[in-house]
């Protein structure tokens, strides 16, 4: 489950935090304030909740961020991803479609992020992309991640005061043993609503 405002955001949970829920057989179970209730997580962070049965159910999940405003909540609902789609070194990359990064009224900013799923660390590459056909690439970057950790980021650190729209983000692992999950989010500069928008992968 993650955050989609603010600054850069990033936690690593300590190997061994688990918590166990018992459901009975067709049983949907929700549960509100996961990170703070269930692993001690304060406010503001961006984490990553790895769920799995401990027999053989099966189990379909999701979560929804969301933050309190003008009366009523705004944020967005995450699926549960299997770990299959997670992306190691040599393997590729994961596309973000469709982020705009302006400081216009009008306008959305966007953020990047992706959490690490295998306990072991990683050095990410981010390349922003155009949308004029020649896909030039407006920045390119680097970032560490530790096994098990979720980081979350501006595109703004990164791209020049002009920004840009319907930029293209390209993540992959430039190096290291870890795999990773991928995800934009576009944040309206007025309400400050938030659209989760799940990084792609070639199957």
């Given amino acids: 489950m993650t955050s989609g405002q603010g600054p850069v955001r990033s936690h690593r949970q300590p190997r061994g935090a688990r918590r166990a829920v018992t459901l009975a057989a067709g049983q949907t179970l929700e549960a509100s304030d996961v990170l703070p209730w269930y692993f001690g997580i304060g406010d503001p962070a961006a984490a990553g909740v ?13 979560s ?11 944020g967005f609902s995450i699926p549960g991803v299997p770990v299959s789609r997670a992306i190691g070194a040599g393997e590729g990359f994961a596309t973000i479609l469709q982020l705009d990064q302006s400081s216009a009224a009008h306008g959305f900013r966007s953020n990047v992020g992706f959490a690490e799923i295998s306990g072991a660390d990683a050095v990410v590459l981010i390349e922003v992309l155009g949308s004029d056909g020649s896909n030039p690439i407006h920045a390119r970057f ?3 991640v530790g096994g098990g ?55």
């Fill in 50 to 62: 790895r769920i799995h049965p401990a027999g053989p159910a099966r189990l379909r999940v999701s």
């Fill in 149 to 203: 950790q979720s980081v979350q980021f501006p595109l703004s650190d990164f791209l020049t005061s002009a920004g840009g729209r319907n930029l293209c983000v390209r993540v992959s692992v430039e190096s290291g043993a870890g795999r990773i999950l991928a995800y934009g989010v576009s944040i309206d500069n007025i309400s400050g609503d938030a659209i989760y928008i799940p990084a792609e992968t070639i199957e």
């Fill in 142 to 144: 680097t970032r560490p």
């Fill in 64 to 74: 929804r961020t969301y933050v309190e405003k003008f009366g009523g909540t705004f």
